[in-house]
């Protein structure tokens, strides 16, 4: 027995790091996966190798059309989606507020909050008619806490913005057993962090009273645990992940 039998999931970002992760934990725990990305090569191969319970779709998170098309693929091939991780997310450049070029504050913007936007009104919807579902979207600790060397203004509003819509789509759709949660990991080795740090993290873990990085599979425990009906009392909350390094 799965935690996850019988559940379609669709997982943003889900090529590389923690997404990735995510998705190997959800086909081992029963789950039908769809996973989606704009790395198709690297997208296809995890596919491939998780076999028939798993399928990869190209997709633009910040496409609005794209969403459309991967709901109605998704359920061609396994049925209706209730389970949505909203994952895909990028961090801009390190730049202070006033040097922060417009188009890239957009663009931000775009794939970490506006994405999320897009996902939950394109699921839940079927979520409405299978009698409820459950979302999980990623923020981070820069969406909890001001945190030295985040990296710039908008993934800071993104991350913060993604917990507050977490909130209010929680207490718009409890009624309809539709619960959404938000997940705020700290230091995670995973491309992502590889490329903002150096080979030993640039000495953040110093910062972590753990005195770690976490690794992705550590993450995907507490989003298995919301994605499934073990925390089928918990909705509209946030769930930090960080080693103690925001206590
Ligand atoms: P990552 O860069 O390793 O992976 C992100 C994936 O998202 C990539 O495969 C990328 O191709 C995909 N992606 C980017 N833009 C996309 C788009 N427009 N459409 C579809 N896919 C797109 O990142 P990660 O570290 O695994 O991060 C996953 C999530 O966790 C992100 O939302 C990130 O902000 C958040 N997060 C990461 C850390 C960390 O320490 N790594 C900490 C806190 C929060």
Redesign the pocket.
């Known amino acids: 027995m799965g935690k996850l039998d019988g559940k379609v999931a669709i997982i ?8 990735e992760a995510h998705a190997r934990r959800f086909v081992a725990e029963g789950a039908k996966v769809v996973l ?4 198709e090569e690297r997208g296809q191969a995890i596919a491939k190798e998780l076999g028939d319970n798993a399928l990869f779709i190209r ?4 496409s609005p059309a794209e969403w459309k098309q991967v709901l109605q693929q998704a359920e061609q091939a396994f049925g209706t989606v209730t389970v949505l991780v909203n ?5 801009g450049p390190l730049v202070e507020t006033t040097e922060f070029d417009e188009d890239e504050y957009l663009k931000v913007c775009a ?2 909050q506006h ?1 999320q936007f897009y996902g939950m009104k394109t699921v839940i919807p079927s979520m409405q008619k299978a009698g409820g579902g459950a979302i999980v979207n ?5 969406g909890m806490v001001s945190i030295v060397g985040a990296p710039n203004l908008a993934y800071v509003g993104s ?1 913060f913005a993604s917990r507050g819509m977490t909130k209010h789509v929680a207490v718009q759709y409890g009624p309809d057993n539709i619960r959404v949660n938000s997940v705020h ?4 080795k ?4 590889a490329a903002a740090t150096d080979a030993d993290g640039g000495g953040i873990t110093a910062q972590v009273p753990l005195r770690r990085m976490s690794d ?1 599979d550590e993450v995907s425990s507490l989003v298995l645990f919301l994605a499934s009906d073990d925390s089928s009392y918990i909705s509209g909350m946030e769930h930090v992940i960080d080693g103690g390094l925001t206590a």
């Open positions: 943003t970002g889900a090529a590389q790091g923690m997404g989606t990305d704009l790395n997709h633009d998170v910040t994952n895909a997310g990028i961090l794939v970490n994405s990623i923020s981070s600790t820069a991350k990991p700290g230091y995670i995973t491309p992502m962090m992705p």
